[in-house]
């Protein structure tokens, strides 16, 4: 790096505050050892840094963001109060940053405590936007009559939080404990307004419309309990409530294309945004001890959501239909486990889950018009579509010592799923269970060697598929299972070591493979059918002295997918079929070095690097090969050095310098809206942050 550039652009503030540190007088130089280690120390860290390089991805969530100036600003205060016993507590972290936080502690061991904390969070939004909608941020937005390039516009939401805590000891082994957060959220983020539908026909006419969705909303969580902690019985009980409001309660879209008559996109305005809600929820917990090798733990709880947000007047009317939702889920949750040892050489461990989703929303004729537009079949009914869900889950797994230093692991878990609702735009079944056996093998193969060999096989299966239809009542889209409810049988192989070949050096080695084969509706070769995944990973860490040690690791993960599928009818009354072979590789690797080359003297070195990549193999049967989607691949690498100098007791300073790299050919966010906003991303974004900070300290 130019030494001059340092000179120049790095804040002369900082030198001077090098000097005054410098210059300050020693904290004491009779210091005593055993003071040191019983009284809480309180540091101090501040001073500034710049930021090489405009960027989108290295400041999303920090706002280092533009090239320039930062300050550094940390603390950390611990006092304590000797003759009453309590405890100050107060840390800032990146309080020179946007994404600071803060927490102030005050407590008393054994009897009481509480703290307020606040944080502050940004998100910018990664990708440039071009654009002439106006309005941005607010719940009024122009979008223009015919489409204009217009002007970069930042969109980005920020939370600002602030909590609250108290507990108190209370007699008999109890302790209370209450806590409450507000979350506030504002900004913009991407969002739009659109048509598939259009002028009737094969090929439907219409467009999407860049229209940002103000964010103006406040997230409350609230809750208390009352604990019990004995010599065999533990206990846990209380409530857990959160409310949601939306102070923006429709999206109001002046402007826009007329295409399309009333099924244009301009036709669709008031939009309306997310809804208020809410929750509340009590539960139970606890475990208790039967023996000193057998526990048993149970949790009970019952939540009711619901979302009686009024409707807009001017955005819904619809005969039959109340002034809100009266959406309402009743949840309903048990779950309890053993573990125990019966016999010096058997454990086991059990465990059940129940959970039943009851929606119990009204379904009512929010559309009376669905079965006149059918102009494509489509498979819309007009009416509300609750989803209830029943889980039912449970696992057994006993572990047996056998000669040699052996040990075998056998379990069986079961997943059962019941599903509410009907079938919409894709096929739907309503019950699936899915039954996995696992066996393992376990060995120390020597003092400095162990190892571990496992296969696991599953089995998912279900229900009979239910037939769509369209709003007419024709059938409709039922060639394809859903991943998530085709059957499917799946095999896995997992491998696993550790080494210690030197008492300096500890090496961890991970292998499985899993194979998938799906099953298909029947009368239908379309949809996934088979799939795998490898994934590698190296762990080693070497300690070459007292004072220098060091970690590396290694992973690479693959997962591939087989699937065939076809296109809506062509304007030549053809359907073009297609296969796609989809991978997804992952190669990441990283080390860490850090050392104490004097007593004075800390140094560290962290070096990260990803590669990813998405490939489609996509082809089409038909003739001519068109279509093809091209492959998307994505490095980051991230180098970050630091350098810690005590220039005495309690004083010194800090130099740290991060390098970041982020490159893509990601070429699905390169889209253009029809009003002619465009968004774009830098592909290759590489910057450096360079910081100088000094940091007190005191007992």
Same mark, same amino acid.
């Given at each position: &790096?130019?030494?001059?550039?340092?000179?120049?652009?790095?804040?002369?503030?900082?030198?001077?505050v090098?000097?005054?540190?410098?210059?300050?007088?020693?904290?004491?130089?009779?210091?005593?050892?055993?003071?040191?280690?019983?009284?809480?120390?309180?540091?101090?860290?501040f001073?500034?840094?710049y930021?090489?390089?405009?960027?989108?991805?290295?400041?999303?969530?920090?706002?280092?963001?533009?090239?320039?100036?930062?300050?550094?600003?940390?603390?950390?205060?611990?006092?304590?109060n000797?003759e009453?016993g309590?405890?100050l507590?107060?840390?800032?972290?990146?309080?020179?940053?946007?994404?600071?936080?803060?927490?102030?502690e005050?407590?008393?061991?054994?009897?009481?405590?509480?703290?307020?904390?606040?944080?502050?969070t940004?998100?910018?939004?990664?990708f440039?936007?071009?654009?002439?909608?106006?309005g941005?941020?607010?719940?009024?937005?122009?979008?223009p009559?015919?489409?204009?390039?217009?002007?970069?516009?930042?969109?980005?939401?920020?939370?600002?939080?602030?909590?609250f805590?108290?507990? %108190?000891?209370?007699?008999?082994?109890?302790?209370?404990?209450?806590?409450?957060?507000?979350?506030?959220?504002?900004?913009?983020?991407?969002?739009?307004?659109?048509?598939?539908l259009?002028?009737?026909?094969?090929r439907?006419?219409?467009?999407?419309?860049?229209?940002?969705?103000?964010?103006?909303?406040?997230?409350?969580?609230?809750?208390?309990?009352?604990?019990?902690?004995?010599?065999?019985?533990?206990?846990?009980?209380?409530?857990? /409530?959160?409310?949601?409001?939306?102070?923006?309660?429709?999206?109001?879209?002046?402007?826009?294309?007329?295409?399309?008559?009333?099924?244009?996109?301009?036709?669709? *305005?008031?939009?309306?945004?997310?809804?208020?809600?809410?929750?509340?929820?009590?539960?139970?917990?606890?475990?208790?001890?039967?023996?000193?090798?057998?526990? /048993?733990?149970?949790?009970?709880?019952?939540?009711?959501?619901?979302?009686?947000?009024?409707?807009?007047?001017?955005?819904?009317?619809?005969?039959?239909v109340?002034?809100?939702?009266?959406?309402?889920?009743?949840?309903?949750?048990?779950?309890?486990?053993?573990?125990?040892?019966?016999?010096? %050489?058997?454990?086991?461990?059990?465990?059940?889950?129940?959970?039943?989703?009851?929606?119990?929303?009204?379904v009512?004729?929010?559309?009376?018009?669905?079965?006149?537009?059918?102009?494509?079949g489509?498979?819309?009914?007009?009416?509300?579509?609750?989803?209830?869900?029943?889980?039912?889950?449970?696992?057994f797994?006993?572990?047996?010592a056998?000669?040699?230093?052996?040990?075998?692991?056998?379990?069986?878990d079961?997943d059962?799923?019941?599903?509410?609702?009907?079938a919409?735009?894709?096929?739907?079944?309503?019950?699936?269970?899915?039954?996995?056996?696992?066996?393992e093998?376990?060995?120390s193969? *020597?003092?400095?060697?162990?190892?571990?060999?496992?296969?696991?096989?599953?089995?998912?299966?279900?229900s *009979?598929?239910?037939?769509?239809t369209?709003?007419?009542?024709?059938?409709?889209?039922n060639?394809?299972?859903?991943?998530?409810?085709?059957?499917?049988?799946?095999?896995?192989?997992?491998? &696993?070591?550790?080494?210690?070949?030197?008492?300096?050096?500890?090496?961890?080695?991970?292998?499985?493979?899993?194979?998938?084969?799906y099953?298909?509706?029947a009368?239908?070769?379309?949809g996934?059918?088979?799939?795998?995944?490898?994934?590698?990973s190296?762990?080693?860490?070497?300690?070459f002295?007292?004072?220098?040690?060091a970690?590396?690791?290694? *992973?690479?993960?693959?997962?591939?997918?087989?699937?065939?599928?076809?296109?809506?009818?062509?304007?030549?009354?053809?359907?073009e079929?297609?296969?796609?072979?989809?991978?997804?590789?992952?190669t990441?690797?990283?080390?860490?070095?850090?050392?104490?080359?004097?007593?004075?003297?800390?140094?560290?070195a962290?070096?990260?690097?990803?590669?990813?990549?998405?490939?489609?193999?996509?082809?089409?049967i038909?003739d001519?090969?068109?279509?093809?989607?091209?492959n998307?691949?994505?490095?980051?690498?991230?180098?970050?050095?630091?350098?810690?100098?005590? &220039?005495?007791?309690?004083?010194?300073?800090?130099?740290?310098?991060?390098?970041?790299?982020?490159?893509?050919n990601?070429?699905?966010?390169?889209?253009?809206?029809?009003?002619?906003?465009?968004?774009?991303?830098?592909?290759n974004? &590489?910057?450096s942050?360079?910081?100088?900070?000094?940091?007190?300290?005191?007992?």
């Open positions: &790096m130019n030494i001059r550039i340092l000179k120049d652009k790095f804040p002369q503030s900082i030198i001077a090098t000097l005054v540190l410098i210059n300050a007088p020693a904290w004491s130089s009779d210091h005593d050892p055993i003071k040191e280690l019983t009284k809480p120390k309180s540091t101090v860290n001073g500034a840094g930021l090489f390089n405009d960027n989108a991805r290295f400041g999303q969530y920090t706002g280092l963001r533009n090239e320039g100036p930062y300050g550094i600003f940390n603390v950390d205060i611990v006092r304590r000797d009453t309590t405890w507590k107060l840390l800032g972290r990146n309080l020179g940053l946007q994404n600071r936080d803060v927490r102030f005050h407590n008393k061991q054994g009897n009481w405590g509480y703290f307020i904390d606040y944080s502050q940004p998100r910018y939004e990664p440039t936007v071009n654009t002439a909608v106006t941005i941020g607010t719940a009024d937005v122009h979008v009559t015919s489409p204009t390039s217009g002007d970069p516009a930042q969109l980005k939401t920020e939370r600002q939080s602030i909590g805590g108290y507990n %108190k000891f209370l007699p008999g082994n109890l302790e209370f404990q209450l806590h409450f957060r507000n979350e506030d959220k504002d900004g913009a983020r991407l969002f739009g307004r659109g048509n598939r259009g002028a009737p026909g094969p439907a006419v219409g467009g999407f419309e860049f229209i940002p969705e103000p964010i103006n909303s406040t997230i409350r969580q609230f809750g208390a309990s009352l604990d019990y902690v004995g010599k065999q019985l533990q206990l846990s009980g209380g409530y857990y /409530g959160t409310m949601y409001n939306n102070k923006n309660s429709v999206l109001n879209v002046t402007g826009g294309s007329d295409v399309g008559g009333i099924y244009a996109p301009s036709a669709f *305005s008031p939009i309306a945004l997310a809804p208020d809600n809410q929750s509340h929820q009590a539960f139970l917990a606890g475990g208790y001890n039967f023996t000193p090798s057998t526990r /048993g733990t149970f949790k009970a709880a019952y939540t009711r959501a619901t979302q009686t947000d009024s409707f807009s007047p001017t955005l819904f009317s619809a005969p039959g109340g002034a809100n939702l009266g959406g309402r889920i009743d949840t309903a949750l048990l779950q309890a486990g053993l573990t125990a040892r019966p016999l010096a %050489k058997l454990s086991i461990n059990t465990n059940f889950r129940f959970e039943d989703r009851d929606d119990k929303t009204p009512l004729l929010y559309n009376p018009m669905a079965t006149l537009l059918d102009l494509n489509n498979s819309w009914h007009g009416f509300n579509n609750p989803r209830s869900f029943r889980t039912i889950t449970s696992k797994e006993a572990s047996y056998l000669p040699k230093d052996f040990r075998l692991i056998g379990s069986i079961h059962h799923r019941d599903r509410g609702g009907f919409t735009n894709t096929s739907h079944r309503h019950r699936t269970d899915e039954i996995s056996y696992r066996a093998l376990r060995r193969l *020597s003092e400095t060697i162990t190892g571990t060999i496992a296969y696991i096989h599953s089995d998912r299966f279900g *009979s598929f239910f037939t769509n369209t709003g007419t009542g024709d059938p409709f889209f060639l394809i299972a859903p991943f998530n409810l085709a059957d499917r049988a799946r095999d896995k192989i997992r491998l &696993m070591a550790n080494w210690d070949p030197i008492e300096s050096l500890s090496l961890q080695l991970a292998i499985d493979e899993s194979r998938d084969n099953g298909h509706r009368g239908s070769d379309l996934l059918r088979k799939g795998s995944a490898r994934n590698y190296l762990d080693a860490t070497y300690t002295s007292e004072a220098w040690q970690t590396a690791w290694f *992973s690479r993960n693959e997962t591939h997918i087989d699937q065939t599928s076809r296109n809506p009818i062509t304007d030549n009354g053809f359907r079929v297609w296969n796609a072979n989809l991978q997804d590789i992952g990441s690797f990283g080390l860490d070095i850090n050392g104490k080359p004097t007593d004075k003297l800390e140094t560290g962290s070096l990260l690097y990803s590669d990813f990549t998405n490939k489609f193999n996509q082809k089409v038909l001519p090969q068109i279509n093809t989607v091209p998307i691949s994505t490095q980051y690498g991230s180098l970050r050095l630091h350098a810690k100098y005590e &220039m005495r007791k309690n004083l010194g300073l800090r130099l740290d310098y991060i390098l970041d790299h982020f490159k893509t990601e070429w699905t966010w390169n889209w253009r809206y029809t009003d002619g906003t465009k968004l774009t991303q830098d592909t974004q &590489m910057v942050f360079v910081f100088l900070s000094a940091f007190y300290s005191w007992q």
